[in-house]
Nanobody
Framework: QVQLVESGGGLVQPGGSLRLSCAAS????????MGWYRQAPGKQRELVAT???????SYGDSVKGRFTISRDNAKNTVYLQMNSLKPEDTAVYYC????????WGQGTQVTVDS
């Protein structure tokens, strides 16, 4: 059974940092390009960062230079380090393969507010 479990979200002030984690099970994790996605209220889900099985990364323009995606294949886990957070980063964050192909997890809420 494939499962994605996101964690690490919370409430943070503008300029703050958070580190998200996503543990995957039921797949051969190291074979997949993984991505972090987010969905803000009233908006479509968007892809914010990807990491290939070899570790190459890419980022959306809105997060480039502030977010860092990484992975630990031994732990079947992908991470998203988020720095210099802005109110417009407020969203529910999800991980999935990229392009997405697995059932979505529950996500983790990130709220950036003073």
């Amino acid at each position: 059974q494939v499962q994605l479990v996101e964690s690490g979200g919370g409430l943070v002030q503008p300029g703050g940092s958070l580190r998200l984690s996503c543990a995957a099970s039921g797949i051969i994790f190291r074979f997949y390009t993984m991505g972090w996605y987010r969905q803000a209220p009233g908006k479509q889900r968007e892809l914010v960062a990807t990491i290939t099985k070899s570790g190459s990364t890419s980022y959306g323009d809105s997060v480039k230079g502030r977010f860092t995606i990484s992975r630990d294949n031994a732990k079947n886990t992908v991470y998203l380090q988020m720095n210099s957070l802005k109110p417009e980063d407020t969203a529910v964050y999800y991980c999935n393969t990229a392009p997405y192909g697995l059932e979505w997890g529950q996500g983790t809420q990130v709220t950036v507010d003073s």
